[in-house]
């Protein structure tokens, strides 16, 4: 499904949607790493057995937050680039949507200068998905520790008011 499409279907029409909106307007490419705006895709994971959602560690943001990025080039779907991301960052090979392939959230996140990379915004495209293998999670690497959390621990530990927004629809998703 294309990004309009899901915007379509989630029907919010928030400041962050309406960016989103007129971004996919004026760009042909909104997944292009070079705007100061771009797409990108994540997903809060969860365990619904256990009721508990996987954060990661995000040194640049210096944040427990959600697994997610950018495009691949040529990658145009954003649940495939959440699924992708998800399966590369946190080792679960069975990583499903849940409970549907529904957009969760849409959030316009700013992101710091690092190195030769000026700061920009993330139009992020936020998704739920699920593994029955909580025990399986691998960190894609050392300085990007995961931990599974009950949702209320996973509010505790992220500032960021838009992931604590979205947790708190990952716990009414959970019946947590």
């Not at 849409?106 to 998905?129: I, N, Q, S």
């Amino acid at each position: 499904m294309t990004v309009t499409a899901m915007l379509a279907q989630y029907g919010a029409e928030d400041h962050d949607v309406a960016r989103v909106r007129r971004l996919l307007a004026a760009e042909p490419d909104p997944w292009r790493r070079d705007l100061p705006l771009h797409l990108t895709a994540s997903a809060f994971v969860v365990h619904p057995a256990t009721r508990r959602v996987l954060l990661r560690w995000h040194e640049r943001q210096q944040a427990w937050l959600q697994v997610g990025g950018h495009g691949d080039p040529g990658e145009r779907d954003p649940l495939a680039v959440a699924l992708r991301e998800g399966r590369e960052e946190t080792g679960l090979p069975d990583l499903t949507p849940w409970p549907d392939d529904s957009l969760l959230q849409v959030a316009v996140v700013p992101v710091p200068a690092k190195g030769a990379e000026p700061a920009h915004e993330h139009a992020d495209l936020r998704f739920v998905l699920a593994t029955t293998q909580p025990e399986a999670i691998r960190p894609e690497k050392p300085e990007a520790p995961l931990r599974w959390l009950p949702v209320d621990e996973a509010l505790e530990a992220t500032g960021e008011a838009n992931v604590r927004e979205a947790l708190s629809w990952v716990r009414r998703l959970l019946g947590a």
